[in-house]
C-alpha cells in the first residue's frame, strides 16, 4: 500500500473541515470510490469520521446487482455500514438521468442517516475532463473552473490526486474493483473525451492536462474573488436562508445590466444553483416586475422568488410533506422532510423566544406534522388564536418554504412552528424538567 498517498491524502482532509463529522462515501465499486473507502477507513480513527457508504444500483447494467453484493461485503470487511438503493432506471437511461437520480437518492440517505456531507471519489482526471467538456460546451468563465472542493453539502476529497495513483494505491491494497463497460463507450460524452480526446491532444500536446488544470485554477480564483465580493456590495444584505440564499431585491435590481447579471451567477454559485446567462435573465425579468410572492424556475428543482423586498434562490423540490412523526421517548433524533429534531429531557429556562428553533415543554406527547390551511395557534405572549400562514407572513417566511415547514402538536392543537411561532399552551413553569426540543433546517 502506497503511504506516501495516504499520508498527503491524512494531510488534505482538514482543509476540507470534515474532521469529527459523519459522512457518507458515494461507493460505486470502481478504484476511485474504492480507494477513498480505503484511505477513509485509514483516516477515521486520526480524524475522528464516522463513515457510512452509499451504494446505488441505478439497475442500467445486467451485472449491476452483482456489483452492489461486492461492495457490501468490502464495507463489511472494513466494518462500515452501507446503505444501498435501487432506481431500476433501465438500460436506456442517459448519463444526465443517472447522475440526477443518484444524487436525489444519495441526499434522501444524508438526511435519514444523519450525515453532514457527502463524500464523493472525483479526481483530477476527471476535473481535466470536466473542463474540456466545459471548453467545448462553450461555457462562461465560472463554468472553466471545474468542479469545486465542496459544493453545499457534497465534498470531493480526491481533487488533487491522479487516477493512476489511486489505482495503484487499490491493487496495493488487495481490492478488486468494477470496470463499468460505460466509461469506454464512446458514445458518452465523456468516455469518448476520456479514451479517445484526450490522449489524441496528449500525443500532440504533452501538457495538455497541467495547461486544462491551469485553466481551471484560474477560473476558480476568479470565482472564489467574486463570491468574496457579494459579502462586501454595500446594501446587497446577503443572507443564508432554508435551502438558499437571498439578498436585497432593490439594491440588485439597479445594478447595470453587466453587474446585475454577473452578481446573479455568482449569487447563485454560492446557493449551489447551476445557472447560466439565460437563465439568468429569467432572475432580472423577475426583479424587473417587483411582484411579490411570483417565482421564475431555474432548472433542478431551482427558483428564484421575490419575496418581501428580497430575492430568493433556493432549492425546492415537489416532495409531498412527510406523515406526522410522534416524539415518543425522552431522548431522541430524528428527520421529518429536510428538517432535523433533537430532544432531551432539561430544566425549563425563565422565558421562552416566540420565534426560536428550541422549545420547552410539559412532559405531554408531541407529534410533528405539516400544517394545514386554516391551522391556528395562540401565540406565547399574544391575544387569541391566529392563523399559521398570517405567523408565516409575520416572520417573512417565502411561500415557497411554507409547504414543507413542520409544526409540533400536542394532543390536539399546534404548541410550536419552529423558527416561527411558540405557542402559550403547554409551557413548563420555569426551573422544572421540561422536554427540550431544537429544530434544524437540514
Same mark, same amino acid.
Given at each position: 500500500m502506497?503511504?506516501?498517498?495516504?499520508?498527503?491524502?491524512?494531510?488534505?482532509?482538514?482543509?476540507?473541515?470534515?474532521?469529527?463529522?459523519?459522512?457518507?462515501?458515494?461507493?460505486?465499486?470502481?478504484?476511485?470510490?474504492?480507494?477513498?473507502?480505503?484511505?477513509?477507513?485509514?483516516?477515521?480513527?486520526?480524524?475522528?469520521?464516522?463513515?457510512?457508504?452509499?451504494?446505488?444500483?441505478?439497475?442500467?447494467?445486467?451485472?449491476?446487482?452483482?456489483?452492489?453484493?461486492?461492495?457490501?461485503?468490502?464495507?463489511?470487511?472494513?466494518?462500515?455500514?452501507?446503505?444501498?438503493?435501487?432506481?431500476?432506471?433501465?438500460?436506456?437511461?442517459?448519463?444526465?438521468? %443517472?447522475?440526477?437520480? #443518484?444524487? +436525489? *437518492?444519495?441526499?434522501?440517505?444524508?438526511?435519514?442517516? =444523519?450525515? @453532514? &456531507?457527502?463524500?464523493? /471519489?472525483?479526481?483530477?482526471?476527471?476535473?481535466?475532463?470536466?473542463?474540456?467538456?466545459?471548453?467545448?460546451?462553450?461555457?462562461?468563465?465560472?463554468?472553466?473552473a471545474?468542479?469545486?472542493?465542496?459544493?453545499?453539502?457534497?465534498?470531493?476529497?480526491?481533487?488533487?490526486?491522479?487516477?493512476?495513483?489511486?489505482?495503484?494505491?487499490?491493487?496495493?491494497?488487495?481490492?478488486?474493483?468494477?470496470?463499468?463497460?460505460?466509461?469506454a463507450?464512446?458514445?458518452?460524452?465523456?468516455?469518448?473525451?476520456?479514451?479517445?480526446?484526450?490522449?489524441?491532444?496528449?500525443?500532440?500536446?504533452?501538457?495538455?492536462?497541467?495547461?486544462?488544470?491551469?485553466?481551471?485554477?484560474? %477560473?476558480?480564483?476568479? #470565482?472564489? +474573488? *467574486?463570491?468574496?465580493?457579494?459579502?462586501?456590495?454595500? =446594501?446587497? @444584505? &446577503?443572507?443564508?436562508? /432554508?435551502?438558499?440564499?437571498?439578498?436585497?431585491?432593490?439594491?440588485?435590481?439597479?445594478?447595470d445590466?453587466?453587474?446585475?447579471?454577473?452578481?446573479?451567477?455568482?449569487?447563485?454559485?454560492r446557493?449551489?444553483?447551476?445557472?447560466g446567462?439565460?437563465?439568468a435573465?429569467?432572475?432580472?425579468?423577475?426583479?424587473?416586475?417587483?411582484?411579490?410572492?411570483?417565482?421564475?424556475?431555474?432548472?433542478?428543482?431551482?427558483?428564484?422568488e421575490?419575496?418581501?423586498?428580497?430575492?430568493?434562490?433556493?432549492?425546492?423540490?415537489?416532495?409531498?410533506?412527510?406523515?406526522?412523526?410522534?416524539?415518543?421517548?425522552?431522548?431522541?433524533?430524528?428527520?421529518?422532510?429536510?428538517?432535523?429534531?433533537?430532544?432531551?429531557?432539561a430544566?425549563?429556562?425563565?422565558?421562552?423566544?416566540?420565534?426560536?428553533?428550541?422549545?420547552?415543554f410539559?412532559?405531554?406527547?408531541?407529534?410533528?406534522r405539516?400544517?394545514?390551511?386554516?391551522?391556528?395557534?395562540?401565540?406565547?405572549?399574544?391575544?387569541?388564536?391566529?392563523?399559521?400562514?398570517?405567523?408565516?407572513?409575520?416572520?417573512?417566511?417565502p411561500?415557497?418554504?411554507?409547504?414543507?415547514?413542520?409544526?409540533?402538536?400536542?394532543?390536539?392543537?399546534?404548541?410550536?412552528?419552529?423558527?416561527?411561532?411558540?405557542?402559550?399552551?403547554?409551557?413548563?413553569?420555569?426551573?422544572?424538567?421540561?422536554?427540550?426540543?431544537?429544530?434544524?433546517?437540514?
Amino acid at each position: 500500500m502506497d503511504m506516501r498517498l495516504t499520508e498527503r491524502f491524512m494531510a488534505h482532509l482538514p482543509t476540507l473541515k470534515v474532521d469529527g463529522k459523519r459522512v457518507l462515501i458515494a461507493v460505486s465499486g470502481g478504484s476511485d470510490s474504492l480507494a477513498l473507502l480505503d484511505l477513509l477507513v485509514a483516516a477515521r480513527v486520526r480524524h475522528a469520521l464516522d463513515l457510512v457508504v452509499a451504494h446505488v444500483d441505478h439497475g442500467i447494467h445486467p451485472e449491476n446487482g452483482l456489483v452492489a453484493e461486492r461492495v457490501q461485503m468490502v464495507s463489511a470487511g472494513y466494518g462500515v455500514p452501507i446503505e444501498v438503493g435501487r432506481l431500476a432506471l433501465g438500460a436506456g437511461a442517459t448519463e444526465t438521468e %443517472a447522475r440526477q437520480h #443518484r444524487y +436525489a *437518492w444519495l441526499e434522501e440517505v444524508r438526511l435519514r442517516t =444523519g450525515a @453532514d &456531507l457527502i463524500l464523493t /471519489a472525483h479526481h483530477a482526471d476527471d476535473q481535466v475532463e470536466t473542463i474540456l467538456m466545459r471548453v467545448l460546451a462553450g461555457s462562461g468563465p465560472a463554468g472553466l473552473a471545474g468542479m469545486a472542493p465542496q459544493q453545499r453539502r457534497v465534498v470531493r476529497p480526491l481533487l488533487p490526486f491522479r487516477r493512476a495513483e489511486l489505482e495503484e494505491h487499490v491493487r496495493s491494497a488487495g481490492l478488486d474493483p468494477w470496470v463499468d463497460p460505460a466509461n469506454a463507450d464512446p458514445r458518452h460524452q465523456r468516455s469518448w473525451i476520456r479514451a479517445e480526446l484526450l490522449p489524441m491532444l496528449r500525443g500532440r500536446l504533452g501538457e495538455v492536462d497541467l495547461n486544462l488544470l491551469r485553466v481551471g485554477q484560474h %477560473a476558480a480564483a476568479d #470565482r472564489a +474573488a *467574486w463570491d468574496a465580493v457579494l459579502d462586501m456590495l454595500p =446594501g446587497l @444584505d &446577503l443572507r443564508a436562508e /432554508a435551502a438558499g440564499i437571498s439578498v436585497a431585491a432593490q439594491t440588485l435590481g439597479n445594478y447595470d445590466s453587466a453587474l446585475i447579471q454577473a452578481t446573479i451567477l455568482a449569487l447563485a454559485r454560492r446557493a449551489g444553483c447551476p445557472l447560466g446567462p439565460t437563465r439568468a435573465q429569467r432572475v432580472i425579468s423577475l426583479l424587473r416586475s417587483g411582484s411579490s410572492g411570483v417565482r421564475a424556475p431555474l432548472g433542478g428543482f431551482w427558483t428564484a422568488e421575490l419575496s418581501f423586498g428580497r430575492l430568493l434562490i433556493r432549492h425546492a423540490p415537489a416532495e409531498p410533506p412527510p406523515v406526522p412523526w410522534p416524539l415518543t421517548s425522552d431522548e431522541g433524533a430524528g428527520v421529518w422532510g429536510r428538517w432535523r429534531f433533537r430532544w432531551h429531557r432539561a430544566v425549563a429556562p425563565e422565558q421562552q423566544e416566540r420565534s426560536a428553533l428550541s422549545a420547552w415543554f410539559t412532559l405531554e406527547p408531541l407529534t410533528v406534522r405539516a400544517w394545514a390551511p386554516g391551522d391556528k395557534v395562540r401565540p406565547l405572549g399574544g391575544n387569541g388564536r391566529r392563523l399559521i400562514v398570517r405567523c408565516f407572513q409575520d416572520a417573512r417566511v417565502p411561500r415557497s418554504s411554507r409547504r414543507s415547514w413542520p409544526v409540533v402538536t400536542g394532543t390536539r392543537d399546534i404548541v410550536w412552528v419552529p423558527g416561527v411561532c411558540r405557542s402559550a399552551d403547554w409551557v413548563p413553569p420555569a426551573g422544572v424538567e421540561a422536554l427540550r426540543v431544537d429544530a434544524q433546517y437540514a
